[in-house]
């Protein structure tokens, strides 16, 4: 071979050797040494990247000698390795322990997430549940241990009911206490309504008496801190248009007769059928229609170098599922962050504006509907009360039969407009001198403004029995000004870290509301005009050491002072301790082999309640034309609006231990906590009369004690976690109980409590010693040897051989022992895919419609100048009851139940300038229970004509242009 060629060889290889080629295999382990299944193992800077198999093994091809491998996989820190000529690579990842250092909220404050000492949950926006959400409420349904959430009725507008652990009150406000961005709510009217869902970024909820001390006088109901979005600093402009458009149903109606079923009914009992009409009408499916509900939401957010700046804007208009009820809101909110002096002062303004209009359609067609003869038309031929049919008498409308269902719907307009205007401003400022002081300042104000008016034709049933012309009008503002001192510092010679917080709080709620009324023979008369004004000023202190990260302790102290109180009881002091022990970074959990988070919490606390929902205000301003009162407290001379009730009045005081542990398996693939509480209430505020001494109808007073106690579980499973697969199940369950341990003194006294139809007066549920307080006080019923009730026939519980009231007891309760949700949560690349379950075992419903309706008596009235009929439920063909028997137990269903809340599936569409997300979501899907009655969700266990909840369907499409 010549020169020329050898050198032209020389010089084709060279560039081959330069780039050579290599196959790079090895092993991917976890930090206890098992296997990674999913990991991406990708040549840093191209695309060439493969995933690891069951055992954890990689193959990757086509590698150079001095490429970079980049090794990453979901909850673990990504990790870069150079080839350097090596054909085989292993590498131990390391878990990612950022979510540990994430920074939580705690009573006016922050710590490390790892640093919580009490019994707390956060949801953030990634958790909440999807679908046309109107109100926040229900973005945290089922997802929180120890937070029970009772869906909204299908009425618009309406909010769910929550509760934090058991009610520890039973005469006071049972609502948790609300913050919104620093700004507590006025718990007498905390409607979240008036907050788009769309602008929340997370709900914290306090459950424990050690995490809501600082809160003193009104946190005995836990305390829900809830975060508004905003912008970061340093981000580029981003753009979003939001639209969701759902249609709903009613899920059930209530199991009433058809017609041919009711003239059948008729017939058998030998009564007239001549009365009966010729028409067959469903007059449930009449009163109800498809409701829809669109929702738009836009959002323009940017952030500078020392500015952040989101804007929001929402709008929602319903058409409820019973006619003429509708729900329309506009919210406009704004976010700005503004930084000074490289930080060390930083501005906070968040607002949220609202305009609310509810159109109120008549609730009394839901129970009209259900007992009105199905025999007669929906019209008549006369042109009589707006041509609807109704039943008469020589005189006109018969006072004592029900309204046409149609008629009640298409005669009321009546609407509330409400305007809400929520603005707060929070200074932080570093103090130089001192190294990690700080000062934090708020001031808020929360202005809500409202009228309304109810018009009813007069030309309709009940027009005819009086016309209705009212008005009304007024307005809720509540004024906030705190601050606080915060001090953390690292003592080194100690190996702890320390964290202090000083400061206080002044907060003023006034309320005033009045209206117009018109009266048949007098016209217009204007209501008296009602004003309540209270203030709370607070002064508290939190102490947090973390020793050696190992050990944190922790206190909290509070001051109250309440104008609701006389000056002899005015301020109370409260306070919380509690401790964690880490044993997340010992030895013990590290080299376990599979825990990867420990962690122990204990704490004890005191809670105060002074919310009574009545004007009850010993320091009030001046109000022209108000009333006044001069009101002595020892040697002094008070002048106020006359405060209702004993001045003797003081605190409710809740203390409350709570145990808990933190939990985490397999590097935290599976995360857990447990808690434990117990707690006593005492000095009841409880509105009279009452037994052993209570004073007069009307008056508050401070008697009785209740005791709950409970445990609480919650468990989450990351099933896949790879790189583009995630699948995650979360479950909780709560398992709690209630009981009244003392009435004013009186063992065994019970005091009426809730109320039924069907009788002036009348009452089903009973407060007493030793029982719940949604106990049912009922006869005992008597079956025959089918199992059917025997008509009027109950047990004699005493022995007397007397049936009497002495012979009800208390039986079932309202409560449940158990709820519990369930959600999963799937995505793979663009698709996702989502569902919870959500339901509560161990609980009782008092079935009013089928008490108050299925029986004879109330088929053929007597009490009516012309013969009717009315309708009636199903179940008189199971009881045959001659009369309304309110007090059966037969009434007293179970109420167990299973729901799948929500179904949704989403998939994103990646674009170089929009990317678009097209989702549809399915709620309030099925239910499963044995309940006879509409649904088995009823808050207070009295189940009487509830107004239907939906089942629809949301189609959601959203833009975000970059």
Not at 511 to 537: H, K, M, Y
Not at 882 to 892: G, T
């Amino acid at each position: 071979m010549n020169q020329k060629i050898q050198i032209t060889l020389l010089l084709l290889i060279l560039p081959l050797v330069a780039f050579a080629q290599n196959v790079i295999t090895g092993t991917v382990t976890e930090p206890n040494g098992l296997p990674t299944l999913g990991a991406t193992v990708q040549v840093k800077g191209t695309n060439n990247a493969t995933s690891t198999d069951f055992d954890g093994n990689y193959t990757l091809n086509d590698v150079a000698d001095d490429a970079v491998l980049v090794f990453s996989y979901v909850g673990y820190v990504t990790q870069e390795v150079a080839v350097d000529g090596r054909t085989t690579i292993n590498v131990q990842l390391e878990a990612d322990t950022a979510e540990l250092d994430t920074i939580v909220l705690i009573g006016y404050g922050s710590t490390r997430k790892e640093n919580v000492t009490a019994a707390q949950t956060t949801v953030d926006d990634e958790e909440f549940n999807n679908g046309a959400i109107t109100s926040p409420g229900q973005l945290i349904a089922g997802k929180v241990a120890g937070v029970s959430v009772t869906a909204a009725s299908g009425r618009p507008g309406d909010g769910p009911t929550i509760r934090v652990r058991p009610g520890s009150t039973l005469g006071g406000n049972q609502d948790a206490l609300y913050v919104v961005d620093g700004v507590p709510l006025d718990q007498q009217n905390a409607s979240l309504n008036s907050i788009n869902p769309a602008d929340i970024e997370s709900f914290t909820i306090l459950k424990d008496a050690s995490a809501t001390a600082i809160y003193g006088n009104r946190a005995s109901n836990g305390v829900i801190l809830i975060t508004t979005k905003k912008a970061k600093l340093n981000s580029d402009l981003k753009l979003s248009y939001n639209v969701q458009y759902a249609i709903e149903k009613v899920q059930n109606y209530a199991d009433v007769l058809t017609a041919d079923e009711f003239r059948e009914l008729v017939a058998e009992q030998g009564a007239d059928t001549s009365i009966l009409g010729d028409a067959n009408t469903d007059w449930q499916n009449e009163i109800y229609q498809n409701a829809t509900r669109a929702m738009h939401n836009v959002v323009a957010e940017k952030g500078f170098k020392n500015t952040s700046i989101r804007a929001s804007l929402g709008y929602t208009n319903e058409n409820g599922t019973l006619l003429k009820s509708g729900y329309e809101r506009a919210t406009l909110g704004l976010n700005v962050r503004q930084n000074f002096f490289d930080g060390d002062l930083r501005f906070t303004l968040t607002s949220q504006l609202a305009q609310e209009e509810i159109r109120n359609a008549d609730a009394g067609a839901v129970g009209a509907a259900v007992v009105f003869d199905p025999t007669q038309p929906i019209f008549n031929n006369t042109g009589a009360f707006g041509g609807f049919f109704e039943y008469t008498n020589s005189v006109g409308a018969e006072p004592n039969a029900p309204r046409n269902p149609l008629g009640l719907l298409n005669s009321l307009d009546s609407e509330l407009d409400n305007s809400q205007a929520r603005v707060n401003l929070n200074a932080v400022v570093n103090i130089k001198p001192i190294d990690g002081l700080k000062f934090y300042g708020n001031a808020g104000i929360d202005y809500n403004e409202f009228d309304s008016y109810s018009f009813r034709e007069a030309n309709s049933g009940v027009g005819s029995l009086g016309t209705q012309r009212d008005f009304g009008f007024g307005f809720r503002r509540n004024q906030l000004l705190d601050g606080r001192f915060e001090y953390k510092k690292l003592l080194e010679s100690l190996d702890t870290e320390l964290d202090v917080t000083v400061g206080g709080s002044y907060q003023n709620f006034l309320r005033q509301s009045g209206g117009r009324n018109f009266v048949v023979g007098t016209g217009f008369q204007n209501a008296p005009l009602a004003v309540d004004e209270n203030v709370i000023v607070t002064g508290f202190a939190r102490t947090s050491f973390d020793i050696m990260d190992r050990l944190v302790l922790s206190g909290s102290y509070s001051r109250n002072g309440s104008s609701r109180f006389s000056e002899n009881n005015r301020w109370a002091d409260f306070f919380g301790a509690s401790a964690a022990l880490k044993l997340t970074n010992t030895d013990f959990v590290q080299n376990s082999g599979f825990l990867s988070q420990l962690k122990l919490r204990g704490g004890y606390g005191e809670t105060g309640q002074q919310d009574i929902p009545v004007s009850f205000a010993f320091l009030s301003v001046f109000t022209p034309g108000q009333p006044q009162a001069a009101v002595q407290f020892g040697d002094e001379f008070v002048t106020t609006i006359r405060p209702e009730g004993s001045i003797d009045l003081k605190w409710e005081t809740t203390g409350q231990w709570n145990a808990g542990i933190d939990l985490g398996f397999f590097d935290n693939r599976i995360t857990g906590s447990v808690d434990g509480f117990y707690r006593e209430t005492e000095d009841l505020l409880l509105f009279g009369p009452l037994p052993a001494g209570g004073l007069e109808n009307g008056s508050f007073q401070n008697a009785g004690s209740t005791l709950s106690r409970g445990i609480e579980s919650s468990l989450s499973i990351k099933v896949i976690r790879q790189e583009n697969t995630n699948w995650t199940l979360s479950g909780n369950a709560t398992v709690q109980e209630i009981e009244i341990t003392d009435l004013a003194g009186a063992a065994n006294t019970p005091v009426a409590q809730g109320g039924i139809s069907g009788g002036v007066g009348n009452t089903i549920q009973e407060w007493a010693v030793g029982s719940d307080p949604t106990a049912f006080h009922v006869f005992r019923q008597v079956y025959d040897e089918q199992g059917n009730p025997l008509d009027g026939v109950y047990v004699d519980t005493n022995g007397d051989n007397i049936i009497n009231e002495a012979d009800r007891v208390r039986y079932k309760k309202a409560n449940h022992d158990v709820y519990f949700g369930l959600t999963s949560n799937f995505n793979y690349k663009n698709l996702d895919f989502s569902f919870t379950f959500r339901g509560a075992a161990g609980g009782y419903n008092y079935n009013n419609v089928a008490s108050n309706a299925a029986n004879f008596a109330s088929v053929f009235p007597t009490n009516t100048q012309n013969p009717l009929y009315l309708n009636t439920p199903s179940d008189i063909n199971n009881t045959q009851f001659s009369n309304q028997e309110l007090f059966s137990d037969y009434y007293v269903q179970k109420a167990d139940f299973v729901k799948l809340d929500n179904v949704s599936l989403g998939y994103n569409f990646p674009g170089d300038s929009v990317d678009i997300r097209a989702s549809v979501t399915g709620t309030n899907l099925f239910t499963i229970t044995e309940y006879d009655g509409v649904d088995p969700e009823v808050f207070n266990g009295i189940d009487n004509n509830l107004f239907p909840r939906n089942r629809g369907v949301i189609f959601g499409l959203g833009f975000t242009f970059k």
